[in-house]
């Protein structure tokens, strides 16, 4: 199994960026998708959590209204769309998957990627 995240950069305060999560090896249209981020001295945090038909979401407090996620079966990747980005939103970001979405949601996922790092300057 392989779950590859893309997309992190550098940007300014106010921009956006669009991460995308492509797995491979295992049935994408049976897991439940996450997004995490973990900031340097910080413990990792719950970002956005999808179920794997896209029914069900779950964003963090810290970015709802301004993060999105979805998800394209066919495709066995998922994207997370960052608008008005912050510089408290800089983080190694990192996506999961597991047959459980309230594992996933939790922070728990049987299948991780080696992440994507994000950078907003002020």
């Known amino acids: 199994v392989q779950v590859v995240e893309s997309g992190g950069g550098l940007v300014q305060a106010g921009e956006s960026l669009r991460l995308s999560c492509i797995t491979s090896?295992?049935?994408?249209?049976?897991?439940?998708m996450g997004w995490f981020r973990q900031a340097p001295g910080k413990e990792r945090e719950v970002v956005s959590a999808?179920?794997?038909?896209?029914?069900?979401?779950y964003y963090g407090d810290s970015v709802k209204g301004r993060f999105t996620i979805s998800r394209d079966n066919a495709k066995s990747t998922m994207y997370l769309q960052m608008n008005s980005l912050k510089p408290e939103d800089t983080a190694m970001y990192y996506c999961?998957?597991?047959?459980?979405?309230?594992?996933?949601?939790?922070?728990?996922?049987?299948?991780w990627g080696q992440g994507t790092q994000v950078n907003v300057s002020s």
């Open positions: 999961a998957a597991d047959q459980d979405f309230y594992k996933v949601r939790a922070g728990r996922g049987t299948y």
């Open positions: 090896g295992l049935p994408f249209g049976v897991y439940a």
């Open positions: 999808i179920s794997f038909r896209g029914g069900t979401i």
